[in-house]
């Protein structure tokens, strides 16, 4: 194993301890890892410089104060969730109960939300200012999304990662919305020609600028 694979499985077996039995001083995480305090202490302050992990002091009836080592919410991010899960197993139920028309009208509501939120950014740019801004709003959301013009005129969004893909798997609707949701934000004509929900290897969009390129009349 290289020094780098080395550290960076030191410091996630320090991050996985504090999750499962900290708060923990750095004897106790030496004592666990079974190598030198200097190598858990100069891992741990490193995560502290990360916002990944914080310190308490204990003080005791006897000697010296105790120094506790424990994970902060930022580090939450790096361990797996199953948020997805819950997502499916909510719409399965929406959809046994009240049936799939009712599923459509929750992602119509989250495409009208959406619309309002980042609709304004939009106002008063060009449609290669909206495809960019609308690259950045995806790239927060960890679509690892970019951006490119091609010759004849037209735009090419891709995706490279879809935080919502099990649930776009099962509910196409989703998808749909996102496709009406872009086309409404750029004011232009918008194609998906690959879909990770289908198999694909990224979702891509062919952007196709309407005649006059102007600023959308945005409605919700």
């Known amino acids: 194993m290289k020094k780098g694979q080395e550290s960076g499985s030191t410091r996630r077996m320090i991050m996985t301890l504090l999750k499962m039995k900290g708060p923990l001083t750095i004897g106790a995480l030496a004592e666990e890892l079974g190598i030198t305090e200097m190598g858990v202490r100069r891992h741990v302050l490193q ?13 005791q009836a006897m000697g010296r104060p105790l120094h506790v080592y424990s994970l902060t ?5 790096h361990f797996p969730k199953s948020y997805h899960n819950l997502a499916l197993e909510l719409l399965r139920e929406l959809d046994h109960g009240s049936g799939q028309e009712a599923v459509n009208v929750l992602f119509e509501g989250r495409r009208k939300r959406m619309l309002a939120q980042y609709g304004p950014m939009m106002e008063n740019r060009n449609l290669e200012e909206r495809v960019a801004e609308l690259s950045s709003i995806q790239n927060a959301g960890g679509y690892m999304a970019e951006w490119n013009q091609e010759e004849d005129g037209s735009y090419v969004m891709q995706e490279y990662n879809c935080p919502i893909r099990q649930v776009a798997t099962q509910y196409r609707k989703a998808c749909q919305c996102e496709q009406a949701l ?5 004011g232009a004509k918008v194609t998906r020609t690959e879909c990770m929900a289908e198999g694909g290897q990224s979702c891509r969009y062919a952007i196709i600028p309407r005649k006059k390129d102007k600023s959308p009349e945005l409605s919700v």
Do not use: G, P, S
Not at 73 to 77: L, P, S
């Open 47 to 59: 995560l502290e410089q990360e916002a990944l992990a914080k310190t308490k002091v204990v003080r």
């Open 73 to 77: 919410e930022r580090a939450e991010d």
């Open 182 to 186: 872009f086309e409404e934000l750029l």
